[in-house]
């Protein structure tokens, strides 16, 4: 938490605060006793020490040009106080000759710094230097608390870690003051805390050749930015066919000097990418055969990364992220680290517990640690979950600590089975912070890494998990959503924070039911609970309400909103529909229903939209920034593994159509009138369906509209119905409410059942008021009458109009258990 020091330790154990950033101390507006930094355009210097350690002069470029694009004003970045204008700024590590110089002074104290790893402390310091009559200092006890204080304040000032990665736009303001006192974030809570890039094709792979000419320095410059503007200092990088050191040598140069820890996954033991094995490597990857060799490549592994700032993977899986044969055996594992420890020792001159080690407890191998393997005490042990967020295993309650200490390797995107997913953010952040909680309250702390497949877009999940690493306690059951809030806050505004956050919190909650590769047709039941349909409403509700608050957004958060919100819910909306759409097909198919080719088309057109759901994302967010980023496919899986190219989902042929009756459920039949059986009309009169008109499904009346039937030669519709037993029934015709416009005379319809007597109704001769005022509120006029059915099993009901202008929209019988609605009874149609 970032707050006063003098009120940390009162806050910190009295309140249930979240303080996923910081306490504001920057302000666009003044400040009693707070120093103006610019206004009005005034200029602003930055002042650092050109002999500090690396990389701080890199993040002081970066918040030159941030506090530049905020206010509008020149900021210079100066190595001597010569010169010096406007409002000041001073950075430096404590190894600075700069902040020496002020802590000899006595204008600085770095008794809060003494010790620490990572902590930054900013504060407004008077007189700091001759010329100089206040300036904000910020302090880190080493580089990267210095470069977290400095993107601190560049993003207190109006830039969000997420400018580049999310298009989120710089806040503006020409008027920047900063607080009085001493703010500080503390220490982090783990120690190596960063993200993996992987399964990064046909996504990121595509995007960054097209943006950057592939995985190199120009690439990663933006990714080290993130991690450092996010409080992390730890990477794995890209691996499907990429060498981080090999691909470009500037790589890892340029890691070094920003100040990140590069790593190697899992299966890239000893700084080697395994794609090297497939250029370099000779004969097969397995130590009982090739050990020689093996210790070559991992040998020029370590002395191409001796000088950087690193965690050195030990140990060996099979090939290409696979298990190592059968027969492997733990001694022979051991032997494999005892070796490689040897060629650590031996390349960097150290002791080989001065160089950072971990292995990696990842699927078959932490069987090996639980039939006995064991490695050095200074080595981390990495645990892992199962690929799905749910954590496998973690240290024994009470074990001896461990030098080397305890680090865990979590999932956001997976390839394996039961199926992939990596289509689109399906992490629950709840599910997240319990399973991580868990983690760090069993003392896993040394080492937090994340799989964000291509990053994008997971950005919402990296900000929680990097925040949680920072500090795990800020966290509870009862504040995870203020999370979402200040995030949202952070990236479009107080104003819209709150719906943003509830959009997102939902549609995770949502997804995570089942991913996107997983769902089908089959996932949830037409038939039970109105399973189905009720999901599908949900995420419609969803991507409607996304749309609402788009629609209300300034056209500079548009594109942000779209990446972070719009999009998923739209397309996790559209993929339901789509799956729906294909169960309702099917069903209708089984039952011989022409409604089939209703249901195949809006599958048809779910899975045109959904391409084009992605051109937009590719294409148009951000002017096409981010072309490929939605190349994954999604549709199409039929085992574990990705299809080659996007298939939809097959629908069930129209059937053909053999006939239809109307049957009794429950003690109704229900008709709507546009599906007879059969029609009587001649050259004069014919019988016109008016799709769409009415309270359900359509209307059927006669045209022309002024036509009169010739009595005994009237225009007739047949139905065939079914009932369950013979006796005495009602029949109800639900006419649209037109009025008697042929003088009063009134509009008469008639209806047999069988080869019972007709009934003639007149439906409008005569009628009060309170008739009309009924007829135009219900927007229906109702009739009744009775028939006899004279045995159980099929008949036909028969209804002839004497005038043009009846509408008739449905047709109830009751045989004893129509029950009061609106609406009338759902049709009780069946297909031959």
């Given at each position: 938490?970032?707050?006063?020091?003098f009120?940390?330790?009162i806050?910190?154990f009295?309140l249930?605060?979240?303080?996923?950033?910081?306490?504001?101390?920057i302000?666009?507006?003044?400040?009693t006793?707070?120093?103006?930094?610019?206004?009005?355009g005034?200029?602003v210097?930055?002042?650092y020490d050109?002999a500090?350690?690396r990389?701080?002069?890199?993040?002081?470029?970066q918040?030159?040009?941030?506090?530049?694009?905020v206010?509008?004003a020149?900021?210079?970045?100066l190595?001597?106080?010569d010169?010096v204008?406007?409002?000041?700024?001073?950075a430096?590590?404590?190894?600075?000759?700069l902040?020496?110089?002020?802590?000899?002074t006595g204008?600085?104290s770095?008794?809060?710094?003494a010790?620490?790893?990572?902590?930054?402390?900013?504060?407004?310091?008077e007189?700091?230097l001759?010329?100089?009559s206040?300036?904000?200092?910020?302090v880190?006890?080493?580089?990267r608390?210095?470069?977290?204080?400095?993107?601190?304040?560049a993003e207190q000032?109006?830039?969000s870690?997420?400018?580049?990665?999310a298009?989120v736009?710089v806040r503006?303001?020409?008027v920047?003051?900063a607080h009085p006192?001493?703010y500080?974030?503390?220490?982090?809570?783990?120690?190596?805390?960063?993200?993996f890039?992987?399964d990064?094709?046909p996504?990121?792979?595509?995007?960054?050749?097209a943006?950057?000419g592939?995985?190199?320095?120009r690439?990663y410059e933006?990714?080290?930015?993130?991690?450092?503007r996010?409080?992390?200092?730890?990477?794995w990088p890209?691996?499907?066919?990429?060498?981080?050191?090999?691909?470009?040598?500037?790589?890892?140069a340029?890691?070094d000097?920003?100040g990140?820890?590069?790593?190697t996954s899992?299966?890239?033991?000893m700084?080697?990418a395994h794609a090297?094995?497939?250029?370099?490597?000779r004969g097969?990857w397995?130590?009982?055969?090739?050990?020689?060799?093996?210790?070559?490549?991992?040998?020029a592994?370590?002395?191409?990364m001796k000088?950087y700032?690193?965690?050195v993977?030990?140990?060996m899986?099979?090939d290409g992220?696979?298990?190592?044969?059968?027969?492997?055996?733990i001694?022979?594992?051991?032997?494999?680290?005892?070796n490689q420890?040897?060629?650590i020792?031996k390349?960097t001159?150290?002791?080989?517990?001065?160089?950072?080690?971990?292995?990696?407890?990842?699927?078959?191998?932490?069987?090996?640690?639980?039939k006995g393997?064991?490695?050095?005490?200074?080595?981390?042990?990495?645990?892992?979950d199962?690929?799905?967020g749910?954590?496998?295993?973690?240290?024994?309650?009470?074990?001896?600590p461990?030098?080397?200490?305890?680090?865990?390797?979590?999932?956001?995107?997976?390839?394996?089975?039961?199926?992939?997913?990596k289509?689109?953010n399906?992490?629950?952040?709840q599910r997240?912070?319990?399973?991580?909680n868990?983690?760090?309250s069993h003392?896993v702390?040394?080492?937090?890494v994340?799989?964000?497949?291509?990053l994008?877009?997971?950005?919402y999940?990296?900000?929680f998990?990097?925040?949680m690493?920072?500090?795990?306690q800020?966290?509870n059951?009862r504040?995870?959503l203020?999370?979402?809030?200040?995030?949202c806050?952070a990236?479009?505004?107080?104003?819209?924070?709150?719906?943003?956050?509830?959009l997102?919190d939902?549609?995770?909650?949502?997804?995570?039911r089942?991913t996107p590769e997983l769902?089908?047709?089959?996932?949830?039941?037409l038939?039970?609970?109105?399973?189905?349909?009720?999901v599908?409403?949900?995420?419609?509700?969803?991507a409607?309400?996304?749309?609402r608050l788009?629609?209300?957004?300034?056209?500079?958060l548009?594109?942000?909103?779209?990446q972070?919100?719009l999009f998923?819910?739209?397309a996790?909306?559209n993929?339901?529909e789509m799956?729906?759409?294909?169960a309702?097909?099917?069903?209708?198919?089984?039952?011989?229903?022409?409604?089939?080719?209703r249901?195949a088309?809006?599958?048809r057109?779910?899975?045109?939209?959904?391409?084009?759901?992605?051109?937009?994302?590719?294409?148009?967010?951000?002017n096409?920034?981010w072309a490929h980023?939605?190349?994954q496919?999604?549709?199409?899986?039929?085992?574990?593994?990705?299809?080659?190219?996007?298939?939809?989902?097959s629908?069930?042929?129209?059937?053909?159509?053999?006939?239809?009756?109307?049957a009794?459920?429950?003690?109704?039949?229900?008709?709507?009138?546009?599906?007879?059986?059969r029609k009587q009309?001649?050259?004069?009169i014919r019988w016109?369906e008016?799709?769409?008109?009415?309270k359900?499904?359509?209307?059927?009346?006669?045209?022309?509209?002024?036509?009169y039937?010739?009595?005994?030669?009237e225009p007739?519709?047949?139905y065939?119905?079914?009932?369950?037993?013979?006796?005495?029934?009602?029949?109800?015709?639900?006419?649209?409410p037109?009025?008697n416009?042929?003088?009063?005379k009134?509009?008469?319809?008639s209806?047999?059942?069988?080869d019972a007597?007709?009934?003639?109704?007149?439906i409008?001769?005569a009628?009060?008021?309170?008739?009309?005022?009924h007829?135009?509120?219900?927007s229906?006029?109702?009739t009744?009458?009775?028939?006899p059915?004279?045995r159980?099993?099929?008949?036909?009901l028969?209804?002839?109009?004497?005038?043009p202008g009846?509408?008739i929209?449905?047709?109830i019988?009751?045989?004893?258990g129509?029950k009061?609605?609106?609406?009338?009874v759902?049709e009780?149609?069946?297909?031959?």
């Amino acid at each position: 938490m970032l707050r006063p020091l003098f009120l940390f330790l009162i806050l910190t154990f009295t309140l249930p605060v979240l303080s996923q950033r910081a306490d504001r101390f920057i302000s666009t507006q003044e400040i009693t006793g707070g120093m103006r930094l610019t206004a009005g355009g005034s200029p602003v210097s930055i002042l650092y020490d050109a002999a500090d350690e690396r990389g701080i002069d890199l993040a002081l470029q970066q918040l030159q040009n941030d506090l530049h694009t905020v206010t509008g004003a020149p900021v210079r970045l100066l190595t001597s106080a010569d010169g010096v204008t406007g409002g000041v700024i001073i950075a430096g590590s404590v190894s600075s000759p700069l902040v020496s110089k002020l802590a000899a002074t006595g204008k600085l104290s770095l008794a809060g710094l003494a010790g620490t790893r990572e902590k930054f402390e900013i504060q407004v310091v008077e007189n700091p230097l001759q010329g100089i009559s206040e300036a904000l200092v910020i302090v880190g006890s080493d580089r990267r608390g210095t470069i977290y204080g400095i993107y601190e304040v560049a993003e207190q000032s109006g830039v969000s870690p997420w400018y580049y990665w999310a298009d989120v736009p710089v806040r503006r303001s020409s008027v920047l003051y900063a607080h009085p006192g001493v703010y500080t974030a503390g220490e982090p809570a783990v120690r190596y805390r960063g993200i993996f890039l992987n399964d990064e094709a046909p996504a990121l792979s595509g995007w960054s050749r097209a943006r950057f000419g592939g995985f190199n320095h120009r690439f990663y410059e933006k990714v080290f930015e993130l991690i450092l503007r996010l409080r992390g200092n730890f990477l794995w990088p890209a691996m499907w066919g990429n060498a981080f050191f090999d691909d470009d040598p500037l790589n890892g140069a340029l890691a070094d000097r920003m100040g990140i820890v590069i790593s190697t996954s899992h299966h890239e033991p000893m700084g080697r990418a395994h794609a090297e094995w497939s250029r370099y490597g000779r004969g097969k990857w397995d130590y009982s055969v090739n050990a020689k060799v093996l210790d070559a490549f991992w040998t020029a592994g370590m002395e191409r990364m001796k000088n950087y700032e690193t965690v050195v993977t030990l140990a060996m899986r099979g090939d290409g992220d696979e298990p190592m044969s059968e027969d492997s055996n733990i001694a022979l594992l051991e032997k494999i680290v005892h070796n490689q420890r040897a060629i650590i020792r031996k390349v960097t001159g150290k002791k080989v517990t001065e160089t950072p080690q971990v292995w990696a407890l990842y699927k078959e191998v932490q069987d090996y640690y639980d039939k006995g393997m064991r490695v050095p005490d200074d080595v981390t042990l990495l645990f892992a979950d199962d690929n799905w967020g749910n954590v496998r295993k973690l240290p024994e309650p009470g074990a001896k600590p461990r030098s080397g200490g305890y680090g865990m390797y979590y999932h956001f995107d997976y390839v394996g089975g039961p199926r992939n997913y990596k289509w689109l953010n399906v992490t629950q952040v709840q599910r997240m912070w319990e399973q991580m909680n868990l983690t760090w309250s069993h003392g896993v702390d040394r080492i937090w890494v994340v799989n964000v497949g291509d990053l994008k877009p997971m950005e919402y999940p990296v900000g929680f998990f990097m925040d949680m690493a920072w500090n795990p306690q800020q966290f509870n059951s009862r504040n995870l959503l203020q999370h979402t809030v200040n995030w949202c806050a952070a990236q479009f505004g107080a104003g819209y924070a709150r719906e943003s956050a509830r959009l997102i919190d939902t549609y995770t909650k949502y997804a995570r039911r089942i991913t996107p590769e997983l769902l089908n047709d089959t996932t949830y039941s037409l038939h039970h609970y109105n399973e189905f349909e009720r999901v599908v409403h949900d995420f419609r509700a969803l991507a409607l309400d996304a749309f609402r608050l788009h629609q209300q957004l300034p056209d500079s958060l548009k594109d942000a909103f779209d990446q972070l919100v719009l999009f998923p819910a739209n397309a996790f909306s559209n993929i339901y529909e789509m799956y729906y759409a294909v169960a309702r097909n099917k069903e209708a198919a089984r039952h011989n229903d022409p409604e089939a080719a209703r249901w195949a088309e809006q599958v048809r057109r779910c899975f045109e939209r959904d391409s084009l759901l992605t051109i937009h994302y590719n294409r148009r967010i951000a002017n096409g920034k981010w072309a490929h980023m939605m190349d994954q496919i999604r549709i199409g899986y039929t085992y574990w593994q990705q299809p080659e190219k996007a298939v939809m989902p097959s629908v069930a042929a129209t059937p053909a159509y053999r006939g239809h009756y109307f049957a009794e459920e429950n003690g109704v039949v229900s008709i709507e009138a546009g599906h007879f059986n059969r029609k009587q009309e001649n050259t004069l009169i014919r019988w016109e369906e008016i799709p769409n008109l009415g309270k359900t499904r359509s209307g059927v009346t006669t045209f022309p509209p002024d036509a009169y039937p010739v009595p005994g030669m009237e225009p007739e519709l047949e139905y065939d119905i079914v009932v369950g037993q013979p006796g005495e029934v009602e029949v109800y015709v639900l006419v649209s409410p037109t009025l008697n416009f042929n003088s009063n005379k009134g509009l008469r319809y008639s209806v047999a059942i069988g080869d019972a007597p007709e009934q003639q109704v007149n439906i409008n001769a005569a009628y009060s008021t309170k008739q009309m005022e009924h007829w135009q509120a219900n927007s229906i006029n109702e009739t009744v009458t009775r028939h006899p059915i004279a045995r159980a099993g099929k008949a036909t009901l028969r209804l002839r109009v004497h005038e043009p202008g009846i509408v008739i929209q449905k047709i109830i019988i009751n045989t004893g258990g129509l029950k009061k609605s609106y609406l009338g009874v759902p049709e009780t149609i069946r297909y031959q």
